[in-house]
């Protein structure tokens, strides 16, 4: 019987042959074989060691004289022993004689741990029910520096992730892996996704967790247990140094990241206008990664949670209170606020990128937030001149000795237009020229073309402080043009009042201003001093009438017979000057 384990295209058009009667050189003609070849394959020789183990070896072997007596024994004692480790051992112990046997020791030590090693640990795969748990954590964009503006930005990035589905979410953190960072990431999350999980599930993050090896009682903080409580979230964490149990995170981080640095690549340049910019770039490439699970993620959405009515806070809140020197203190940073916030108490809050200032409830400051950056340096000040130029201008001499003269100056080229005007002014001329411009700039917000202005003069050796002024002296207002009105005569506001059986009685022209009004001698001196009107009449007429209706007035009842003393008087002088 032919070999049926024997299966390539030669032997089997043979056999196919021979199955049909030829004989063997025309069976071997047709597959295109020698005789010989054909004769072998019919006997069963043609592959006399296919699938034996080869009994001996074909080279000798380098590490005969020291495997088993030296390398092997070091294993058993420890296997985290590297093939680099063994080999440098033998350069030191027999220099010379093994020059190339890296390979092979390589080799024979993977072979060996195989058999004879501990057993690795075994990775799982686990089930995601749809709705039950969602994955955060924060990573860091290695390998490219990003900058905003010409300036390293440093930054991290949050990630969230859907378990089932796989939908995610990342947004630009400023700062480090801060509570508010989370707070604001997660919750941003839950509003693009439109519902909340079960379970929250993070790695061991201070800003969650105490941390503290199960020395208290409750290892979530505060802020992070109230969060939770409010979303109606299972807090889950892995264990702390395990990263592969929060694999459901961690392996996207690197997909994220990938098509992050890709598009950067293919836009040419890492350096952007704002972080706005930079932001949609990632949303951009967190929206095709989304759109893969589109179908999984709208099966999930019927079970997620809905959302509160509400967010929780996501920001710390502190006081300060302003300094006279219109500053505040706030984490060893100091930053300036308007000056007529001087002496007032402030209240504070504290996001990732900013700081809003209350005062009774009004928001009246924001500042950006800014960060120690430098070992051994623990303080730092951001100001910003559009907040104290407006004293600074009355007296320009205090530029000179600020300690804050840098911080004053907004950008370089600023900078370099004060060490210019020392240069050609005496240090007071110089100081006013600056702070003036300065002024300029905050209150036209023309700071870039006033620095173009004094580069200009600088160099053409022209400029002086009235010229800065005139350049950009502010258009004057324009003057209200004079109005004539038109004086409409009274006779037109008599017709719209409603017909009286009174006829109506054409009013006097009114008399000229200058001449005054004298009183006539039967006049009572509590009426009014001009002619009846058609008005009044109408008035009177409507007084008469409710009196003769009401039978005259009515009699007070007991309550009010305490008052009957009073005189007729206010009646009278009512009726008077009607």
Same mark, same amino acid.
């Given at each position: 019987?032919?070999?049926?384990?024997?299966?390539?295209?030669?032997?089997?058009?043979?056999?196919?042959?021979?199955?049909?009667?030829?004989?063997?050189?025309?069976?071997?003609?047709?597959?295109?074989?020698?005789?010989?070849?054909?004769? *072998?394959?019919?006997?069963?020789?043609?592959?006399?060691?296919?699938?034996?183990?080869?009994?001996?070896?074909?080279?000798?072997?380098?590490?005969?004289?020291?495997?088993?007596?030296?390398?092997?024994?070091?294993?058993?004692?420890?296997?985290?022993?590297?093939?680099?480790?063994?080999?440098?051992?033998?350069?030191?112990?027999?220099?010379?004689?093994?020059?190339?046997?890296?390979?092979?020791?390589?080799?024979?030590?993977?072979?060996?741990?195989?058999?004879?090693?501990?057993?690795?640990?075994?990775?799982?795969?686990?089930? %995601?029910?749809?709705?039950?748990?969602?994955?955060? =954590?924060?990573?860091?964009?290695?390998? @490219?520096? &990003?900058?905003?503006?010409?300036?390293?930005?440093?930054?991290?990035?949050?990630?969230? *992730?859907?378990?089932?589905? =796989?939908?995610?979410?990342?947004?630009?953190?400023?700062?480090?892996?801060?509570?508010?960072?989370?707070?604001?990431?997660?919750?941003?999350?839950?509003?693009?996704?439109?519902?909340?999980?079960?379970?929250?599930?993070?790695?061991?993050?201070?800003?969650?967790?105490?941390?503290?090896?199960?020395? #208290?009682?409750?290892?979530?903080?505060?802020?992070?247990?109230?969060?939770?409580?409010?979303? #109606?979230?299972?807090?889950?964490?892995?264990?702390?140094?395990?990263?592969?149990?929060?694999?459901?995170?961690?392996?996207?981080?690197?997909?994220?990241?990938?098509?992050?640095?890709?598009? @950067?690549?293919?836009?040419?340049?890492?350096?952007?206008?704002?972080?706005?910019?930079?932001?949609?770039? @990632?949303?951009? +490439?967190?929206?095709?990664?989304? +759109?893969?699970?589109?179908?999984?993620?709208?099966?999930?959405?019927?079970?997620?949670?809905?959302?509160?009515?509400?967010?929780?806070?996501?920001?710390?809140?502190?006081?300060?209170?302003?300094?006279?020197?219109?500053?505040?203190? /706030?984490?060893?940073?100091?930053?300036?606020?308007?000056?007529?916030?001087?002496?007032?108490?402030?209240?504070?809050?504290?996001?990732?990128?900013?700081?809003?200032?209350?005062?009774?409830?009004?928001?009246?400051?924001?500042?950006? *937030?800014?960060?120690?950056?430098?070992? =051994?340096?623990?303080?730092?000040?951001?100001?910003?001149?559009?907040?104290?130029?407006?004293?600074?201008?009355?007296?320009?001499?205090?530029?000179?000795?600020?300690?804050?003269?840098?911080?004053?100056?907004?950008?370089?080229?600023?900078?370099? &237009?004060?060490?210019?005007? $020392?240069?050609?002014?005496?240090?007071?001329?110089?100081? $006013?020229?600056?702070?003036?411009?300065?002024?300029?700039?905050?209150?036209?917000?023309?700071?870039?073309?006033?620095?173009?202005?004094?580069? +200009?003069?600088?160099?053409?050796?022209?400029?002086?402080?009235?010229?800065?002024? $005139?350049?950009?002296?502010?258009?004057?207002?324009?003057?209200?043009?004079?109005?004539?009105?038109?004086? %409409?005569?009274?006779?037109?506001?008599?017709?719209?009042?409603?017909?009286?059986? /009174?006829?109506?009685?054409?009013?006097?022209?009114?008399?000229?201003?200058?001449?005054?009004?004298?009183?006539?001698? %039967?006049?009572?001196?509590?009426? @009014?001093?001009?002619?009846?009107?058609?008005?009044?009449?109408?008035?009177?007429?409507?007084?008469?009438?409710?009196?003769?209706?009401?039978?005259?007035?009515?009699?007070?009842?007991?309550?009010?017979?305490?008052?009957?003393?009073?005189?007729?008087?206010?009646?009278?002088?009512?009726?008077?000057?009607?």
């Amino acid at each position: 019987m032919p070999n049926k384990r024997i299966d390539s295209y030669h032997t089997r058009v043979y056999m196919n042959g021979r199955d049909l009667g030829l004989k063997q050189a025309e069976a071997a003609y047709i597959a295109e074989i020698s005789t010989r070849t054909g004769q *072998r394959i019919e006997a069963g020789t043609h592959q006399p060691n296919r699938g034996r183990l080869q009994d001996q070896r074909t080279v000798p072997d380098p590490l005969a004289d020291v495997w088993e007596d030296e390398l092997e024994p070091m294993l058993r004692r420890d296997p985290r022993l590297k093939p680099m480790t063994l080999y440098e051992y033998l350069q030191d112990k027999y220099p010379g004689q093994y020059p190339q046997v890296l390979r092979t020791l390589q080799r024979r030590v993977r072979t060996w741990k195989a058999l004879h090693g501990p057993s690795p640990e075994v990775m799982f795969e686990l089930r %995601h029910e749809p709705g039950v748990q969602g994955f955060s =954590g924060f990573t860091e964009l290695k390998g @490219i520096t &990003i900058t905003i503006a010409g300036q390293p930005f440093e930054h991290l990035i949050y990630h969230y *992730r859907l378990g089932y589905s =796989g939908w995610r979410y990342a947004q630009i953190i400023q700062g480090g892996e801060s509570f508010v960072a989370l707070s604001e990431g997660l919750q941003n999350a839950f509003a693009a996704c439109g519902g909340v999980p079960q379970q929250h599930r993070t790695d061991s993050l201070s800003a969650a967790y105490r941390n503290m090896g199960g020395r #208290r009682s409750k290892n979530l903080t505060r802020l992070y247990d109230e969060l939770c409580d409010h979303y #109606r979230l299972e807090p889950t964490r892995n264990n702390k140094g395990i990263a592969h149990e929060n694999g459901s995170i961690e392996s996207p981080h690197g997909h994220l990241k990938n098509r992050i640095k890709q598009a @950067i690549y293919l836009r040419g340049s890492a350096d952007f206008t704002s972080v706005a910019e930079y932001q949609a770039l @990632i949303d951009a +490439q967190v929206a095709k990664l989304n +759109q893969q699970c589109q179908t999984k993620y709208e099966q999930e959405k019927d079970h997620l949670q809905p959302l509160p009515k509400y967010r929780t806070p996501d920001y710390e809140v502190l006081t300060a209170k302003v300094s006279k020197r219109s500053t505040i203190d /706030v984490r060893c940073i100091l930053y300036t606020v308007p000056s007529r916030l001087i002496g007032r108490q402030l209240e504070l809050h504290l996001y990732h990128d900013r700081i809003v200032g209350y005062l009774e409830r009004h928001p009246v400051v924001e500042l950006p *937030r800014k960060r120690v950056s430098g070992k =051994g340096k623990r303080r730092d000040r951001c100001i910003n001149y559009r907040h104290v130029i407006g004293s600074m201008r009355l007296k320009p001499r205090a530029f000179i000795y600020c300690t804050w003269q840098s911080d004053l100056l907004p950008n370089p080229e600023y900078r370099q &237009i004060w060490e210019q005007l $020392k240069a050609q002014f005496d240090l007071e001329q110089a100081a $006013k020229i600056i702070v003036e411009a300065l002024y300029i700039a905050a209150v036209q917000d023309k700071e870039q073309a006033v620095a173009v202005y004094l580069q +200009q003069q600088l160099q053409a050796s022209s400029l002086t402080l009235n010229r800065l002024k $005139k350049q950009f002296e502010p258009p004057q207002m324009k003057q209200v043009p004079d109005l004539s009105i038109e004086q %409409h005569s009274l006779e037109l506001y008599d017709k719209l009042l409603p017909s009286c059986s /009174v006829p109506a009685e054409p009013l006097p022209a009114p008399e000229p201003l200058s001449k005054k009004a004298q009183a006539l001698p %039967h006049v009572d001196p509590l009426g @009014i001093y001009r002619i009846p009107s058609y008005a009044g009449k109408l008035v009177l007429c409507g007084i008469l009438t409710s009196l003769v209706r009401n039978e005259g007035p009515k009699k007070r009842t007991s309550s009010a017979k305490t008052c009957s003393h009073r005189s007729q008087a206010p009646k009278r002088k009512k009726f008077y000057q009607l």
